[in-house]
């Protein structure tokens, strides 16, 4: 059983910058696909990025492309979503999530019911 925890969100002006991390409890995290997925007030959960078990290969959505970077440090057990220019419509809870198996465009386009572990959220709110 891994279990996530999301850190780094808070309140931020546009254009501003955070960095989440998600740190692992299992040192076998670093077998899985690791991704980071939003929901918005009155939105579904969506996909935001993504990453391979050895940090080869990541994929965006179109809406974080050029802004978000996506990483991971295995020593650590930690993913990070670093975030730059944002904007008040990425207000939302951000999740990271983690399936064995399976690259990063698979996180992407897979039903989320099919993400083995998820974390609890942390808040991120975009001031305009």
């Known amino acids: 059983q891994v279990q996530l925890a999301e850190s780094g969100g808070g309140l931020v002006q546009a254009g501003g910058s955070l960095r989440l991390s998600c740190a692992a409890s299992?040192?076998?995290?670093?077998?899985?696909?690791v991704g980071w997925f939003r929901q918005g007030p009155g939105k579904e959960r969506e996909f935001v990025a993504a990453?391979?078990?050895?940090?080869?290969?990541?994929y965006y959505a179109d809406s974080v492309k050029g802004r978000f970077t996506i990483s991971r440090d295995n020593v650590k057990n930690t993913i990070y979503l670093q975030m730059n220019s944002l904007k008040p419509e990425d207000t939302a809870v951000y999740y990271c999530?983690?399936?064995w198996g399976r690259g990063s465009s698979a996180v992407a386009t897979i039903p989320l019911s099919d993400l083995d572990y998820w974390g609890q959220g942390t808040q991120v709110t975009v001031s305009s």
């Open positions: 999530a983690a399936k």
């Open positions: 299992e040192r076998t995290f670093r077998n899985y696909a």
């Open positions: 990453i391979d078990w050895n940090g080869v290969s990541t």
